[in-house]
């Protein structure tokens, strides 16, 4: 009898470690709109670290967004990944994430990657700039988004479609930093000076520069370091924009915690785990985009494009002044 006590606190433990293991067990389920192959591999590991199993959905931000609202307080999703501060502004708009109050991502993640209230953090930057054909363009010619504008580059531009929210993003912060009227007269200018309708992708840019088609776009950097990666002697070159003003204009692929999540916890570990050094080499040099941890080295074809003075204001405002961007685009005949 005297052994009585003692099994039963042993018991009372073991169901307690029990109980933990099964709760650290649940899955944490994860809609993204970054590509499966990006994300698997940084799940597996995750799971590999912490035990904890990692689910997820992936598709376009617009259906994501739209099912998380669908399915209200019965959603699965415990967090909500997807690409350029505009998209996760809008989530945090529609009420669907919670903010995440967390001194690790506080420390790893910049203030102006991250929303100002907590609900998202930007996982990897995006650094928008300028491209160019060394055969034809002297870097000399080139300096800011603005100048793009100047009659000098009549025929020669080529840009993305104004339907993508990279660009949305891009004419959004502009508005943010020069006002309406000036960024209008901009993308005027660069309507006036298209050497060929808007493009449907940026590889798609980059590969009309190349054959001749144009000798300048804007592009994000990860798309030309793709077409690098297979072939270091790629005739396109990046240049970074505006580096005596402002500088390149950047944005994120983020994530944030949804408000209804079924397991915040283990979403919240997730998320810091995703902004460690470890995790970020993973996340953005998969892509070859830029760490948002400015801790952390990047990728060996992005170390080679060197340093940059990038633009520090909030992404945020890309969300926030996404809808008179579009508009403006719209007035400009940038289609």
């Known amino acids: 009898m005297r052994f009585g006590k003692p099994i039963a606190r042993l018991g009372l433990g073991l169901l307690a470690l029990i109980a933990v293991a099964a709760q650290a067990a649940e899955p944490v389920t994860v809609y993204s709109s970054r590509n499966e192959q990006l994300i698997r591999p940084l799940f597996e590991r995750f799971t590999e670290e912490t035990g904890i199993p ?25 967090m909500l990944m997807t690409v350029d501060a505009g998209n996760l502004w809008q989530a945090t708009e529609q009420g669907l994430l919670a903010r995440t109050e ?6 790893n993640i910049p203030e102006h990657l ?28 080139l300096s800011d988004y603005a100048a793009l504008a100047d009659p ?20 959004a912060m502009m ?33 009309a520069i190349a054959a001749g088609q144009c000798d300048v776009g804007i592009v994000n950097t990860y798309y030309l370091g793709r077409l690098l990666k297979d072939n270091p002697d790629y005739p396109v070159k990046l240049f970074w924009a505006d580096q005596n003003g402002a500088g390149v204009h950047v944005n994120v692929s983020g994530a944030g915690i949804t408000r209804h999540a079924p397991n915040p916890a283990a979403a919240t570990q997730l998320l810091e785990w995703l902004s460690t050094p470890e995790a970020q ?44 961007a579009v508009m403006l685009m719209d007035r400009a005949g940038y289609r």
């Open 152 to 171: 000098r580059w009549k025929g020669r531009l080529c840009l993305r479609t104004s339907k993508k929210v990279y660009n949305q993003s891009l004419v």
């Open 281 to 324: 080499a993973l996340y953005a040099g998969n892509n070859l985009e830029f760490t948002a941890n400015p801790k952390v080295e990047q990728a060996p074809v992005v170390q080679a494009w060197g340093k940059f003075k990038s633009d520090v204001i909030n992404v945020s405002e890309a969300g926030r002044l996404q809808r008179r």
């Open 114 to 141: 991250r929303d100002p209230q907590g609900h998202w953090y930007g996982l990897s930057v995006r650094a928008r700039t300028i491209v160019y054909s060394p055969a034809r363009v002297d870097p000399k010619e």
């Open 54 to 78: 990692v689910r997820f959905i992936t598709d376009k931000e617009g259906p994501l967004l739209a099912r998380l609202k669908a399915e209200g307080k019965n959603t699965p999703a415990d």
């Open 175 to 207: 508005i943010a930093r020069d006002g309406e009227q000036k960024t209008e007269q901009v993308v005027r200018g660069w309507v006036a000076n298209l050497a060929a309708p808007p493009f449907s992708d940026d590889t798609a840019l980059i590969k």
């Open 102 to 107: 967390s001194k690790l991502l506080e420390q």
